[in-house]
């Protein structure tokens, strides 16, 4: 009996070993630029396969979340990379972290994602050292568990700071964001740090400027995203606002939305901004609570 026992144990021990292991190049980075797709760069030390990368133009990393990435990119990427392509022929780096993500238990995915944030900043780290990349021309991208991502890449890149990080609805669920800055994207992560709420990154900023676009049609709007259509929303918004331009979704410093929709903050200068590729760092100091109405065909 004991021995039934016993081997029970060390196969379930076995197993929780096996799903707890992980490989350092899981972390894969596909290049994309006006001439190549999906151009694998293994991050080694000499970091093969960078000969499309131009160093003088601006370089994009996209993270996916939980149970992303994959042979596939999601639509939402090929969409944010298309408008991105279109505006300049910039290099865009889909980090690919599936391999960790892909887990039908959150909080193993979840738990990898400070390993895979620090895959990143070495990446990063590596690509400076091979080529003239600066992080001071690097936009980091992120949704959902991916913004964590883009946090922890962030907090491994100290002096200097990346230049900007935004956050797509970035989970919260399992971080202490209200009072460990480490453990959360936070305005610390990135000279700039940008933040667009949809469903479930809840009402705690993480940036320098936090922006809750409340729909004007939240039916709609969620019928015209993918599952859980308000989490992939702060996606689309961001796409929508590189194809629309520096007109795209004026919002409003404002305390809450229920002051905003009461007209108790009037637009001036001083309390405007963009939500998405047009957003600006706020002159304030964070918390900066930006508030709209968004209408994705009336994007101006
Ligand atoms: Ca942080």
Not at 144 to 163: D, W
């Amino acid at each position: 009996m004991w021995s039934i026992v016993l081997v029970t144990l060390v196969v379930s021990s076995h197993a929780f070993w096996l799903d707890d292991f992980k490989s350092e190049d899981e972390v894969k980075f596909n290049l994309n630029t006006r001439k190549v797709n999906k151009v694998a760069v293994q991050n080694n030390y000499r970091l093969s396969g960078l000969k499309s990368f131009n160093p003088k133009e601006k370089t994009y990393f996209i993270i996916h979340g939980w149970n992303g990435g994959g042979d596939k990119s999601a639509d939402w990427i090929k969409k944010m990379m298309a408008a991105l392509l279109k505006k300049s022929d910039a290099n865009i780096f889909v980090v690919d972290w599936g391999k960790w993500a892909k887990n039908f238990n959150y909080l193993k995915a979840k738990g990898l994602c400070d390993d895979a944030g620090r895959k990143v900043a070495e990446f990063i780290k590596n690509l400076e050292k091979n080529t003239k990349a600066s992080r001071k021309n690097m936009h980091i991208i992120g949704h959902s568990l991916g913004g964590q991502v883009a946090g922890f890449a962030g907090a491994n890149l100290k002096s200097p700071k990346v230049a900007r990080i935004t956050g797509l609805d970035t989970s919260g669920i399992g971080f202490n964001c209200l009072f460990d800055p480490n453990d959360c994207l936070d305005p610390s992560d990135a000279d700039f740090v940008d933040e667009i709420h949809t469903l479930v990154s809840g009402v705690l900023t993480k940036g320098h400027a936090d922006y809750f676009p409340i729909p004007k049609d939240l039916g709609k709007a969620i019928k015209e995203t993918a599952i859980i259509g308000g989490h992939w929303l702060a996606a689309a918004y961001f796409t929508d606002s590189i194809e629309a331009g520096s007109c795209a979704f004026k919002s409003t410093k404002c305390s809450s939305y229920n002051t905003f929709s009461e007209g108790g903050c009037p637009s001036t200068m001083k309390t405007e901004n963009r939500l998405g590729f047009y957003a600006k760092k706020p002159s304030t100091k964070p918390p900066n609570r930006f508030y709209i109405d968004i209408d994705v065909n009336n994007p101006c």
